[in-house]
């Protein structure tokens, strides 16, 4: 039985957001986050912008968690830090920095997978906020990956479906781009669908086997939609550009909730714990909430800033592999893919 409060620092550093979190226990006492606006110009996060971006952040984000948590490295027990998947040249920059700082205070280092990360971050103590019970489903939904997991403990989970393709938040993006909106262009897409009618246009569901994703045939679509018809009227996205959002927000909902309708058959679990960027996206919040009555499902949706990437789902997962005494060794590396 723990006795003894643990301190965790973590570190993310998977894409383009530099982030360090202190936990005590499962508690978080902050949870600091660097955003990089550059990638606007670009419409997408440059690799080599990120990296240099890192680097300079760093260090200020971590003293400024220290700082906020109220505590000195002296009291650290372990680092916890993202070590995949993403992009190689982020990774690095928070591998590198963790491994150094674990060595120069010799506590232990944790590698942390990104997407356990975010399966996890339900178990951080926060009132108001249920945790689920072993086994559940989890639905991750983000910029890169689109995953139903089937979760039976802290470290034993098994990916049931993914996507053959793009990723539901590229989706959203890619669609949000084709109608000449900036990027991000997902969250725009849900502010305006708001204000439109989800019926206003059909598009079509992909016809994909089982629990797995296909979004380009959607992206696709929209794209040869969007063509036909501002090349019959050049206004036809400022004057629909609502119903358009909403219609387009709806499909991807039914695509996600089609198949978490046939894993809840199939495996028999009724718990959804959603996470990852795109369960910010307040339609698919909404839907999966109603679905606790339509479906008899018990829906889980973290709170919002451990819904995007941060390091408080690192520490977490950090902290519990802290109490099995699940270390890593000072030679490991980033690794740009790896397994659940």
């Known amino acids: 039985m723990q006795t003894k409060d643990t301190f965790i620092l973590a570190i ?10 202190v936990l005590k226990n499962s508690k978080v006492l902050s949870n600091v986050v660097a955003r990089q606006s550059i990638h606007e110009e670009y419409g997408g996060v440059v690799p080599e912008l990120a990296s240099r971006a890192h680097q300079q952040n760093i260090v200020p984000v971590v003293d ?13 027990d372990a680092i916890g830090f993202t070590q995949g998947p993403g992009l190689m040249g982020s990774l690095l920059v928070g591998t590198s ?12 280092l944790i590698a942390v997978n990104h997407m356990h990360a975010h399966i996890l971050a339900h178990f951080i103590d926060e009132e108001g906020y249920d945790k689920p019970e072993f086994p559940f489903l989890a639905l991750t939904i983000s910029g890169g990956h689109t995953q139903i997991v089937k979760v039976s403990s802290f470290f034993d989970m098994e990916v049931i479906g993914e996507t053959t393709d793009d990723a539901v938040g590229e989706a959203f993006d890619k669609s949000a781009k084709i109608m000449g909106l900036p990027y991000p262009g997902g969250p725009l897409i849900d502010k305006y669908a708001q204000n439109g009618n989800p019926k206003a246009y059909k598009f079509t569901k992909p016809k994909v086997d089982g629990l797995d994703f296909s979004f380009s045939g959607l992206k696709t679509q929209i794209m ?13 996205v400022d004057e629909n550009l609502a119903n358009i ?4 927000q709806q499909i991807i909902i039914d695509i996600l909730i089609e198949k978490l309708k046939l894993a809840v058959a199939q495996t028999g679990i009724k718990q959804i714990a959603v996470g990852g960027g795109v369960s910010a996206n307040s339609g698919i919040r909404k839907t999966l909430l109603e679905a606790q009555t339509k479906y008899g499902w018990k829906t889980f949706i973290p709170k919002f800033e451990y819904t995007t990437d941060n390091a408080a789902m690192i520490g977490i997962v950090a902290y519990h592999n802290f109490l099995a005494q699940k270390f890593s060794k000072n030679n490991i590396t980033s690794k740009a893919r790896i397994e659940m």
């Open 12 to 21: 993310e550093s998977s894409c383009d957001d530099t982030a360090a979190a």
């Open 64 to 76: 400024v968690a220290l700082k906020k948590a109220n505590i000195s490295i002296n009291q650290l």
């Open 97 to 108: 920095f963790a491994k150094s700082m674990a060595m120069a205070l010799n506590i232990p």
């Open 224 to 236: 040869y939609f969007i063509q036909k018809n501002t090349a019959e009227n050049k206004s036809f």
């Open 245 to 248: 959002c909403a219609s387009i």
